[in-house]
């Protein structure tokens, strides 16, 4: 395994042309520099410095290393130097979000208003979450993901929550169910859409309305709360979806307190540790923060 101390040692020595002032800047003594230098000549093969009077000169070998070690040294710092403030007005990068059904039409304005403002030149993909796979944020192809943790997230990931939400129930307006409060009798003989798909499923919901009494009457099946929410506005189907999630989805709908006890739930932002210090990641992951916890939504 190459010693890559010894590129700085060089190029120390190299610019001085002198073991004693190369040891002086390098705060070693000229014996440790002396014994560098004998590492030096062995591994490159060749005297480096040699004697000239009282004075050492740089071989051939070493005025050809000298241009090419001081340009990998200075690389090396600029590596390995702590990351420089983030210009935001000239960042050109694309971030990919994964997210479910909901989240971009109810967070999105607000999300994209503040990136325009502070960062024109960054870009928002978002794509669909299907399921609650790791493999996208552990690969890098995704950066950020929304969702809920549970015991299928990876536990290497990072997680941040960004607001609380809880179940609601959706229907037309007009909707019979509507014509008084909606008590449990009421909820479980309407007919429900109902959501299903990997990772997610209104499972719990079923669960808490047994458990109180009632069956939800199933009369078709989908696989987001787009769909759901779509159904429920055009028949007399009824849904049961997140609150907060999907507010930008219920426009022309109305909205309905369950009757019964259910857990609410944190939706988290979640992405993988090798991106917790890289700048602009975090400012993204600011951003996103702060359009899920301002203000209400819809």
Known sequence: MPDFNLLVTLDVLLSEGS??????????????????????????????????????????RALELRGQVGTIVEGARMILRPAEKLDLATLERRFVLRTSEGFVETFGPRLVARIREEAPGVTLQFVAKPDKESAPLREGEVD??????????APEMRALPLFEDRWVGVARDGHPVLEARVTLDRYGAAEHVQILRRGLHSSEVDEAARTAGAERRVGLIVNGFASAIALARDTDLIATVPERHTAGLRRGVSTFALPFAISGFTVSMLWHPRMDGDLAHRWLRSCLRTACSTGKTR
């Not at 000549?41 to 071989?59: N, Y």
């Not at 950020?144 to 997230?153: C, F, P, W």
């Open 19 to 60: 073991v004693a002032g190369a040891a002086r800047r390098l705060r070693l003594s000229p014996s440790a520099m002396s014994r560098a230098l004998a590492r030096l000549r062995e591994v490159t093969g060749d005297p480096l410095l040699v004697r000239a009077g009282r004075r050492l000169v740089p071989t051939p």
């Open 144 to 153: 950020v993901e929304t969702g809920v943790i549970d015991l299928a997230t």
